[in-house]
């Protein structure tokens, strides 16, 4: 559990400040707190998306006492309170604390993990990745460089699957059929074989070997694919780590990744998976799945929850319960194919009440051959990777949609009510 996960860091106060986003990385954390025009907000880092149920009632208890009452899920499977009062930081840190969800305070900002949330629980995999996780988030937290890591660096951790390996994360760990496993660097980077036992501390290395080049070159890259290096120097930095501390690796062969979505709502093995839309839960539902779950939630990077079961559960008595919160447990809701922006009045930025709009549209939307993405403004903040369309707001009212895909360049059609979209869509199809 990540509650019993052993820090060597130092653990100062806890004592939430509010970020300025002025310069450098101004990432949100738990005790780095943003300003947002709904109040403050913060971001907690969830290894993997992995919460025992009495941390997902402490998450609850501080959302609807400090909070706006919801949750809201991340595309890296962490957890956003919101609407937070400005002078709340030290009772926030001191909650989270107490529940073990903060167990480095120079390294919480740092903990960025997703990992195949179904791994060990329906049959499918090459290797159950929780102990990965688990070494993986107590070596990141003693690593005396990790802190100096962006809070937008990302680690990924597939059971050979392909599930979290194709979300462009910046350390990839990956089992490998033969039981080794495969150390990517960045999005399309040189492959490394490890062996599996030593596979966490790798990663980790990885990422320091990535700061050391970042600090010799006088680079200002947050992610591996903005490091301008010569190529092949990451590679070579890693290897040079890796053999100064005892692990031996080889050229490996990279695996394609799954493309599209997470796991689709409905039973799984010894599990559940329901669908979140807009990634925001409510209480009611919070309760829901807490309440069927066998002691852990796993959030997804999808904005989804996999809910494992007891032997004994009723899977589709739990899954009737899930739906009349308004969670989605059926694979064929267009509420899969719909993300957005926190829009207004959330975002000063924004021009428009992105997910209200995106849900008057949700009826065009399914029948979209491409997922949409509702924005705010041309950020597109929390967009997914991969083919999609772009839902812009644009200054003056109405919206521009774009389809954004490999293949062709990109199409552009206007938007000037979300009652148009079916319209607006058969304009930028092929």
Request: with cysteine.
């Amino acid at each position: 559990m990540l509650a019993a996960m052993s820090t060597a860091a130092p653990r100062p106060s806890p004592q939430a400040t509010v970020a300025s986003r002025v310069r450098g990385d101004a990432c949100p954390g738990t005790l780095r707190l943003h300003t947002a025009d709904d109040g403050a907000l913060a971001r907690v880092r969830v290894p993997g998306g992995v919460v025992t149920v009495r941390q997902a009632e402490v998450l609850a208890d501080a959302a609807r006492r400090l909070g706006d009452g919801e949750l809201h899920l991340t595309s890296r499977g962490n957890v956003q309170l919101r609407g937070l009062r400005q002078a709340c930081g030290g009772e926030l840190a001191g909650l989270l604390d107490a529940a073990g969800l903060l167990p480095s305070y120079t390294h919480e900002r740092v903990r960025n993990v997703v990992a195949s949330p179904l791994s060990g629980l329906d049959g499918r995999g090459l290797r159950e990745v929780r102990p990965w996780l688990t070494d993986l988030d107590a070596a990141l937290c003693a690593s005396q460089a990790a802190p100096g890591l962006s809070g937008r660096f990302l680690f990924a951790l597939d059971d050979g699957r392909g599930d979290v390996a194709g979300l462009g994360a910046d350390v990839t760990v990956r089992a490998a059929a033969d039981g080794a496993a495969l150390l990517g660097l960045g999005s399309g980077g040189e492959v490394l074989r490890v062996p599996a036992g030593d596979a966490a501390r790798a990663a980790v290395l990885a990422a320091e070997a990535f700061l050391d080049l970042v600090r010799e070159s006088g680079s200002r890259a947050w992610r591996v694919d903005e490091l301008d290096v010569p190529p092949g120097e990451l590679p070579r930095a890693v290897r040079r780590r890796l053999d100064a501390a005892g692990v031996g690796c080889a050229a490996g062969t990279s695996v394609a990744a799954e493309s599209g979505a997470g796991p689709p709502p409905g039973a799984a093995g010894s599990a559940l998976s329901v669908h979140v839309p807009l990634g925001r839960l409510t209480p009611p539902q919070w309760r829901e799945l807490t309440r069927a779950a066998d002691g852990e939630l796993r959030l997804t990077p999808w904005r989804g929850v996999v809910v494992p079961l007891s032997p004994q559960a009723d899977a589709a008595d739990l899954l009737a319960g899930l739906a009349a919160t308004g969670l989605v447990t059926d694979p064929a809701s267009p509420w899969l194919r719909v993300g957005a922006c926190i829009g207004r009045p959330g975002c000063a930025k924004s021009r428009a009440d992105v997910r209200a709009d995106a849900e008057r549209a949700l009826a065009a939307a399914g029948r979209s051959p491409l997922p949409l993405y509702w924005s705010g403004c041309e950020r597109r903040c929390g967009h997914p990777a991969g083919d999609r369309a772009d839902v812009v707001a644009v200054a003056g009212g109405g919206y521009e949609l774009s389809a954004v895909t490999a293949r062709r360049p990109p199409r552009t059609a206007p938007l000037d009510h979300p009652s148009h979209l079916a319209t607006a869509l058969a304009a930028i199809s092929p």
